[in-house]
């Protein structure tokens, strides 16, 4: 062998070692409405993990307004040195839903629990720091600096349209948030459910556990009503009548049981290294690990503990259930184009406890 | 004092103690979906009780059409020579509802798991003994023979303004079926919910016990829609936005651990007394005492072990969530006329089984 001819082979072996470890890596894009502290660390989560591809993560209002919520996830990215992973802005109004609209709404049919961005005011518990309330389309000042770099041109539900015919049949999307930009993809591209490995979202209280904590008070009174499904209730509806090769729904009930408490945030953050450094700087102790646990059950399903499956769809009805779940039985819907949904009902809190402090810690 | 005189003087004494008592009963219309069996049990613990004065009995629809609930009733007290309460029929049909709006959204929104009268064919299990679906007017022969006494002319609304006009602020009725009589009375006179001294209902499951039998399998899949409520919605919501005194509503919750089984319903006829005998006829062993823990709670408040308050209405939105209980921290509802409600959550199982021993035993 020449030596040119050797140095060939070997970059070719190389090439190709690196192409049967890159095939082997879970191709994942994350949807979410990525608010600073917990809409951030499931992200982090799925960013450590080595057998994990982040092809992208999308952005969609919900928790906050998308543009906020680009510029923390690019401003997490810079500070992590994980520049090379695409943020995609998508929709910053849901399909029908609106702040008036709601307004109104909540006039005639009560007060909401939470609203996420649509809040003018934010009470003094059971909340996040963040900017006093402004116009979606602006970026307020952040304590941790504002990103140099920007988001990737075009709008999410293309990025989710494009991958999946680059990766037909490869792609799992996680939805931590609302479902809007999932909705326009499908309608934008009729075959796109079909190109989807699996979308996993969250959402919804079952009943599973008794856990009725102090974030989960709207569930006492309105038990079908979660954020993800509310905020834009026509974008669930056309998720929920898609044709997915697998839907999965992590459940509220499921990360009810967990907190993200000092304790935890100062384990997972010990290690001081740029993940570590960039959680301590951001996080908030005292929230349940919501998106975390949809993460962590879609990276190791043994920490699954209780599993079900449901028919479901969304009440679209203009009034006080409206965005509300709607389940049946199994295959017992009105076959009207919903269909059955993976529900994880119960994980390991322990387990999910270790995966994200040795995630985070990494 | 002359014989004459003392006679007299007797006779006045006799009178004033009788008057005296009969003022200590506690007055009460019970308005029901009365079927035989679980409902009509609930009723003869109230006739049992001789603290206990029963004004008048009015039929609705819900379970059964209210034709044959009335035949059901008299036959019930022509068996236990009780023909003096009056029998009065009550509405046959939901205000705005109706069989065929109710097919018409099973269509669109899923089967119900229970809906009384528009019941064409009952499944093998999880029901009563009951006839062949027929028109409303129809009644059809009863293993227990027809009545001979007939109800009382006039309507179950004119009965329940007459009877708290008689008596102002005296007469507890408890509505242990859908509330359209109570909704016309108070459309017809709108002073009549004032006038009452407290109106306990039955229905909706909150989650406060884990129970989820046979009996409330429709629960786990829309947990607010609850028959009592979801057969005329309408009325239910007149109801809850009138002005009663006090308004109580026992829940499915509080009856799910109790069951009338074979067992106890042998210790309830053991006495082979008028009662017991009719109840050793017609029980049908296996169903929650669904009303009877109404009637039991109603009767000795010391068997309730857990209490709440609540603002309530019900949703009107002609969907999936057509009937279904809303609920707000108390006092915190929209303010449009809903009002906070007691809820009884939960009841002592061992002591609602004595006194139903106890009562339907003497």
Chains 1, 2 share one sequence.
Request: charged residues 20%.
């Amino acid at each position: 062998m020449t030596k040119a001819l050797r140095a060939l082979f070997l970059l070719l072996a190389f090439s190709l070692a690196a192409t049967a470890q890159a095939a082997e890596r879970r191709k994942v894009i994350v949807d979410q409405d990525a608010f600073e502290g917990p809409g951030l660390q499931p992200i982090l989560m799925l960013l450590q993990d080595p057998t994990v591809d982040v092809l992208g993560i999308t952005i969609v209002s919900g928790d906050g307004w998308a543009p906020e919520e680009v510029a923390q996830t690019l401003r997490m990215l810079e500070l992590i040195g994980r520049t090379e992973v695409p943020v995609i802005q998508g929709a910053i109004h849901p399909l029908i839903n609106s702040k008036a609209r709601n307004t109104a709404r909540e006039g005639q049919y009560g007060a909401l629990g939470y609203r996420g961005a649509w809040t003018e005011s934010w009470p003094g518990d059971n909340t996040m720091k963040r900017a006093p309330f402004h116009d979606p389309k602006v970026v307020p000042p952040m304590e941790i600096g504002l990103p140099k770099i920007a988001a990737r041109p075009g709008s999410a539900a293309d990025f989710l349209i494009d991958m999946t015919r680059k990766y037909p049949g490869q792609v799992t999307i996680i939805a931590m948030g609302p479902l809007t930009n999932l909705a326009l993809a499908q309608r934008l591209d009729d075959d796109f459910a079909g190109r989807v490995k699996e979308l996993v979202m969250e959402g919804g209280f079952f009943g599973s556990t008794s856990t009725r904590d102090e974030f989960a008070t709207q569930v006492a009174y309105a038990p079908r009503l979660s954020f993800n499904h509310f905020w834009d209730p026509e974008a669930s509806h056309i998720v929920f009548t898609s044709p997915w090769q697998t839907l999965t729904l992590v459940t509220g009930d499921s990360s009810a049981p967990t907190r993200a408490g000092a304790d935890l945030l100062a384990r997972a953050t010990a290690s001081k290294r740029p993940v570590a450094r960039y959680v301590a700087r951001t996080a908030q102790p005292g929230f349940p690990l919501w998106d975390e646990v949809e993460a962590a059950a879609w990276l190791d399903p043994t920490i699954v503990t209780q599993r079900g499956t449901l028919a479901m769809d969304v009440d679209l009805m203009p009034g006080a259930n409206y965005g509300a779940l709607l389940t049946w039985p199994a295959g017992k819907g009105p076959g009207l184009g919903e269909r059955d949904v993976n529900l994880i009902y119960a994980i390991d809190v322990p387990k999910i406890e270790a995966m994200f402090v040795d995630l985070i810690g990494r």
